[in-house]
């Protein structure tokens, strides 16, 4: 079946860690995105990248990075000058050929800093 | 900047109630609208959207919602709501030329049986 993976589903880390988490689709989508949700502020975003070897900032990018080697791989990290990173992260991509922004999301990773 | 409201955060209703969630938005020029529904445990999924044609657009489950110029507004509706309709909504708009959606703070809906 074709989707979206995200891992970990639950990550635990300390602060000043860097973690980084992966998102796979094999839906042949070119444009991926990386969401942030948190309770009561909906999801904001992060990161996008419309074709391999290109991404842009989104509303909240500082403490996060992302790179786009592959088509069907848009790994966010969370670096620690990220200064809240416990949240639920999501992974969305979309086809080219769609007019507009239809996403497909996947399952999401929880991470909690302790 | 575009920004998206929905006014109603947590609503708890009664098996068989009417339901409407509002969501406002920002941007004047021309807009592509969408539902999104996250139900307990599952990925977010797409309830309905309107890009353009007949402002009162239909969703799967029995939703719709009525895309309202004048007032910037897509609200959502369904007449009868089932206990399986508990979930968090989240309404989201995409302004022309932009490329990524803006997402509402979302709805929680409890329906009790």
């Known amino acids: 079946d074709g989707g979206i993976t995200q891992s970990p589903k639950y990550l635990f880390r300390k602060e000043g860690q860097n973690v980084t988490l992966s998102c796979e689709q094999n839906l042949n989508h070119d444009a991926m995105y990386w969401y942030r949700q948190d309770p009561g502020q909906g999801l904001r975003l992060i990161y996008y990248s419309q074709i391999v070897n290109d991404f842009q900032k989104g509303d909240i990018a500082e403490g996060y990075s992302v790179s786009r080697e592959k088509k069907e791989s848009f790994p966010l990290t969370v670096t620690s000058a990220q200064k809240n990173p416990t949240a639920f992260y999501l992974c969305?991509?979309?086809?080219?050929?769609?007019?507009?922004?239809?996403?497909?999301f996947g399952a999401g990773s929880r991470l909690t800093v302790l | 900047a575009q920004s998206v409201s929905q006014h109603n955060h947590h609503v708890i209703l009664s098996e068989a109630a009417s339901l409407e969630l509002g969501c406002n938005y920002s941007y004047g020029g021309t807009v592509n609208l969408f539902w999104y529904v996250q139900y307990p445990g599952q990925h977010l999924q797409l309830l309905l959207k309107?890009?353009?044609?007949?402002?009162l657009v239909k969703g799967i489950k029995g939703f719709e919602a009525e895309f309202i110029k004048s007032k910037f507004s897509f609200n959502l509706r369904k007449p009868s709501v089932q206990w399986s309709d508990t979930a968090e909504y989240f309404c989201?708009?995409?302004?022309?030329?932009?490329?990524?959606?803006?997402f509402g703070s979302g709805t929680r809906l409890q329906v009790q049986p």
């Open positions: 969305a991509s979309k086809t080219a050929l769609s007019g507009a922004n239809v996403l497909t």
């Open positions: 309107y890009f353009s044609g007949d402002p």
């Open positions: 989201a708009v995409n302004e022309a030329g932009r490329r990524a959606l803006t």
